[in-house]
């Protein structure tokens, strides 16, 4: 069954990008696009898509506000931002606020469709320097949990390359291992680590290092 999306975005050619994107994709289709965050918050609460590319710098209602509204009438909807705005600030408020992803709107048509994949999956997609500036974050807020098992060598490069940014797909297609593979070896590395997602798990190994 193909998975659906939503774009939320207020510049209409960047919106028909999107949605021309989402269109080359036989897995995922595009079910509606909205030009503000009030008309995606009435939208999204009867269409119930899987995925929402969101915009951040909305008229009115921002993209982060949409994010808080949109996760808390559904706390299983993944939303990914997609902006031209690569600044801390706006990327932990987006990530506090329920956002599963942040693309640039530059980033390429084959990485979205991928990003958007990768979220079924338990992926959080973001360009590398923006992983590391939220590991960096994170590992500000406080004491850590207990010390990690040692990793296999194998789930040690899979956590190598989570902190470089990449995908669940592009870790698979460098490793020769399936999806599905590097999917098991992060819930092993999570076990192993005491940690709850991938990127707390890049935290501990960044902070474990210095």
Do not use: W
Not at 34 to 61: C, H, K, N, Q, W
């Amino acid at each position: 069954m193909r998975k659906s999306v939503v774009v939320v975005e207020d510049d209409p050619g960047l919106r028909e990008q999107l949605v021309k994107i989402l269109r080359t994709a036989s897995d995922l289709k595009c079910v509606a696009a909205f030009a503000s965050g009030e008309e995606a918050v009435i939208g999204v609460s009867t269409l119930y898509p899987d995925v929402v590319l969101m915009d951040i710098g909305l008229p009115g209602m921002s993209g982060i506000q949409c994010v808080s509204e949109l996760k808390r009438m559904n706390p299983a909807l993944q939303i990914i931002m997609v902006t031209i705005y690569e600044d801390s600030e706006r990327i932990f408020k987006a990530l506090r606020a329920g956002a599963s992803g942040y693309l640039l709107k530059s980033c390429p048509p084959s990485q979205l469709l991928d990003s958007v994949r990768d979220v079924f999956v338990g992926g959080v997609p973001m360009s590398s320097h923006i992983a590391r500036n939220v590991a960096e974050h994170f590992h500000l807020l406080g004491p850590l949990p207990p010390k990690a098992e040692p990793l296999s060598d194998r789930e040690q490069q899979v956590l190598d390359l989570i902190a470089e940014g990449l995908i669940y797909k592009e870790i698979g297609d460098k490793l020769d291992i399936a999806v599905a593979t590097v999917r098991t070896h992060v819930q092993h590395i999570c076990q192993k680590m005491h940690v709850s997602n991938r990127m707390e798990a890049v935290v501990k190994q960044q902070s474990e290092l210095r």
